[in-house]
């Protein structure tokens, strides 16, 4: 659900008029109720089952009017604490009059959730920005809540997600017996995050300040994306020879190194092609931004451009919470230090 125009995943409902959080959630459809589970194995004993106990628990979701099925969202331990979107909606309340709702949602069967606050608008590194805070739960047991900063980049609508917990603008408050109260806390502080959020915008604005060279370019573009690696089965099987194993395996081994090497070269091939994709747009922006051309603004900009629109996932989510949203954290990291030595 989003405000004024449609959500930055282009599906939901547009409202027109500011409101709550809470009402945000109920209207969107993400007040479910999730609570965890103790599991247990269920043993087939012929006739009858044993129900042996574990330490894990679920986390499961209550049936919703477009899904009338319980979902287990995850496997947790112990110490993990769900805590609920209307808990989160009731803390966030008081801060909408400030920064009002824009948008919300819930990824996949509710695993993640998400609600985006406006904070106004400012100029970075001379161009127009939409300035965001993000609040995302992760209820699957492989994140925590996280509130953070992130602007968007008014002239192409790239999604600056990027690595500022060193900035005091992002937390990860982790699924403790304590969640609901850290959480209460950290959004006490919404109302002094106006300096904080100053903060992150000076120092994105100093990735404007040197001029790079293509030895630089290609040190963001590494971070950004790695060198593919071998898969595992390649790596084990390099030292053997024929002499180590009977003839029939080496067969097999070679058929199967055969097919792992074609899946690395792709891999390779890959990395290749998303790498000269976002140098492309390197150009094209050095291009387009004289004023701005070859500086760290430039080439993670290309990196953020190149995640926000590249090929290869439907789902969009992951520019913010996924694999696009950390190398863009990456190729700022390494943009940073081109200006900080």
């Known amino acids: 659900m989003g405000r004024r125009t449609p959500a930055w995943h282009r599906i939901g409902q547009v409202f027109d008029e500011p409101i709550t959080m809470s009402q945000a959630i109920r209207t969107a459809g993400i007040d ?7 599991v247990v194995v269920q043993i087939d004993q ?12 679920a986390v499961v979701r209550e049936p919703v009017p477009d899904d009338n099925e319980y979902r287990v969202l995850s496997m947790v331990g112990k110490e993990w604490t769900p805590i609920q979107a209307m808990d989160l909606g009731r803390m966030l309340d008081p801060i909408t009059e400030k920064y009002p709702v824009e948008t919300i949602g819930a990824l996949g069967y ?4 998400f609600m985006t606050l406006d904070a106004g608008q400012s100029q970075i590194c001379g161009e127009d920005h939409n300035l965001y ?8 047991g492989s994140g925590a809540l996280q509130i953070a900063f992130t602007p968007v980049r008014v ?7 990027a690595g500022l917990a060193n900035a005091k603008i992002s937390v990860r408050l982790t699924h403790t017996r304590n969640i609901e109260s850290d ?12 300096s904080a959020k100053d903060e992150a915008i000076a120092v994105m604005n100093t990735l404007s300040t040197v001029t790079i060279d293509d030895k630089d370019v290609a040190r963001v573009l590494q971070s950004a994306y790695p ?12 030292d053997i020879t024929a002499d180590d ?3 029939n395996v080496w067969t097999k081994l070679m058929g199967d190194k055969k097919e792992l090497l074609e899946e690395y070269d792709k891999r390779v091939e890959r990395i290749e092609s998303i790498r000269a994709g976002a140098t492309e747009r390197y150009n094209a922006f050095n291009d387009e931004f004289s004023n701005l051309a070859r500086t760290p603004w430039a080439i993670w900009q290309a990196v953020v451009e190149t995640e926000d629109y590249r090929k290869g996932h439907t789902d969009s989510s992951t520019a913010l919470f996924g694999a696009r949203a950390e190398a863009k954290a990456r190729a700022f990291a390494t943009a940073r230090k081109l200006v900080t030595g």
């Open 227 to 238: 060198d593919a690696s071998q898969p595992r089965r390649l790596t084990l099987a390099k």
């Open 155 to 161: 002239v192409c609508q790239n999604t600056l997600t």
């Open 245 to 247: 194993v009977p003839k």
């Open 46 to 57: 012929g006739n009858s089952f044993d129900l042996v106990p574990t330490k894990n628990f």
């Open 32 to 38: 479910f109720h999730i609570a965890k589970h103790p």
């Open 110 to 113: 509710g695993e993640k959730i």
């Open 133 to 140: 805070f993000l609040v995302t739960d992760h209820r699957d």
């Open 183 to 194: 959480t209460e806390w950290y959004i006490g502080l919404f109302n002094q995050m106006d």
